[in-house]
């Protein structure tokens, strides 16, 4: 009698829904990369921190997610199977290429969903099609700032932001006024929405590892403070406080207001004390000075 039983099936024939270790280190030799500090590029290996990002998002499948510099795919393919469509931002041209074969390989089902834009995320200008409702990513570490504050005010469509970066930038962005690392990132995130730290992440779960822990981040985005000054004049307000962050408004402002005197005089007006700094100040008091200097 003929064996009427399947064929063996063993695991490592299937299809994986998500990326391990050793998945990511093919997909990396198979386009002959070798991840490079320049790019920031550590690609995340574990499928439970994917999983873990994705829940603490809070997207769902009514959301257009962006993804910046999604790599090799490890965490487009824990987005896809959950939201809308991901728009993946990627400034490796391999990767580009790369990502839409390795999300028909692991998750085919989901590959419709894909849209792929080679660019420089901070040269982003726009997006076609259905505009992004949520920021999901692993930032690079050396560009995380810049590219969360270039997007921000350029996609006015974000809601919800959720993203990785180095642990020191993670704990910058979420500070409160008067804490230590409350700065620059601090306030100007806060023009755009209520931030906190939503985790930590250790290093394990990199390759290459990097040499620091990571930190998740969210933002929900709000109004921006109801002011008659534009954002660029109360960001201009903040540059200059933190510039010098030692000395008082009084003496930090000068330069910005044109004496120490014009600078004490706009502070007194705002309601600020000159002989405060600028780490104890919260976006709405920084806009009240940026409106003294209003021709």
């Known amino acids: ?84 469509q991901v728009v993946a931002v990627e400034i490796d041209a391999r990767l580009a290429e790369l990502l839409p074969t390795t999300v028909r390989a692991h998750a085919p089902n989901t590959a419709e969903k894909l849209t792929v834009v080679h660019q420089d995320a901070l040269r982003l200008r726009g997006l076609d099609g259905a505009p992004p409702t949520a920021i999901v990513a692993n930032l690079p570490y050396n ?72 930190g998740l981040v969210a933002l929900r985005r709000h109004d921006s403070p109801a002011t008659s000054a534009t954002r660029e004049a109360v960001f201009d307000v903040v540059d200059a ?10 003496a930090a402002l000068a330069g910005w207001a044109g004496s120490p005197a014009a600078a004490e005089e706009a502070l007194r007006g705002a309601g600020v004390d000159p002989g405060a700094r600028g780490e104890t100040l919260g976006v709405e008091q920084f806009a009240r000075i940026a409106e003294q200097r209003q021709p």
């Open 241 to 250: 406080a933190f510039a010098q962050r030692r000395k008082t408004l009084r």
């Open 143 to 214: 560009v995380a700032v810049p590219v969360l504050l270039h997007l921000l005010p350029l996609l006015p469509s974000v809601q919800r932001v959720l993203v990785m970066v180095q642990l020191e930038v993670a704990q910058r962005l979420a500070a409160n006024p008067g804490e230590e690392a409350y700065g620059v990132p601090s306030v100007k995130a806060r023009w755009y929405g209520d931030v906190r730290m939503a985790g930590t992440i250790g290093r394990q779960v990199f390759w290459p590892a990097p040499r620091i822990d990571s």
């Open 1 to 84: 009698m003929a064996d009427m039983r399947p064929p063996a099936v063993h695991l490592s024939d299937q299809p994986r829904e998500l990326l391990g270790a050793a998945d990511v280190r093919r997909l990396a030799a198979s386009i002959g990369l070798r991840p490079t500090k320049t790019l920031g590029q550590n690609f995340v290996i574990d499928g439970g921190t994917v999983r873990r990002i994705v829940r603490v998002a809070e997207v769902g499948p009514d959301d257009v997610v962006l993804e910046v510099g999604p790599g090799l795919g490890s965490l487009t393919l824990a987005l896809l199977p959950v939201v809308a």
